[in-house]
């Protein structure tokens, strides 16, 4: 659970022009920072999906905020953001992957 967030947006090519059919690739963490295939106790999928741009290159995606969340500092990232002496925070934030025939992801 958490508060609500609406996503709309436009997918258009280099010259401005919509594109429909892109497959939009989207996941984030949850209300408490958790990522769901990295937490063992959330389910599959969670906060994970797919979506499709309409005929004029819109979408909706309805969701909840996600929570800002520390990276783990006993990893790899975590030495690397220590030994350049910045803090492991993330600030809340949605990952995506935009993908159509004809161009580069």
């Given amino acids: 659970s958490g508060d609500t967030l609406i996503f709309r947006g436009e997918v258009v090519d280099q010259e401005g022009a919509p594109l429909a059919d892109v497959l939009l690739d989207m996941w984030q963490a949850d209300a408490a920072g958790e990522y769901s295939f990295i937490n063992p106790t959330l389910p599959d999928y ?14 909706t995606l309805r969701t909840i905020v ?40």
């Fill in 46 to 59: 969670l906060f994970r999906g797919k979506i499709r741009t309409d005929e004029n290159g819109r979408f």
């Fill in 66 to 105: 996600p929570a800002p969340y520390e990276i783990p500092k006993n990893g790899p990232t975590g030495a690397l953001l220590a030994a350049a002496g910045w803090h492991a925070w993330r600030p809340a934030h949605l990952h995506w992957i935009i993908a159509k025939e004809g161009y580069e992801s």
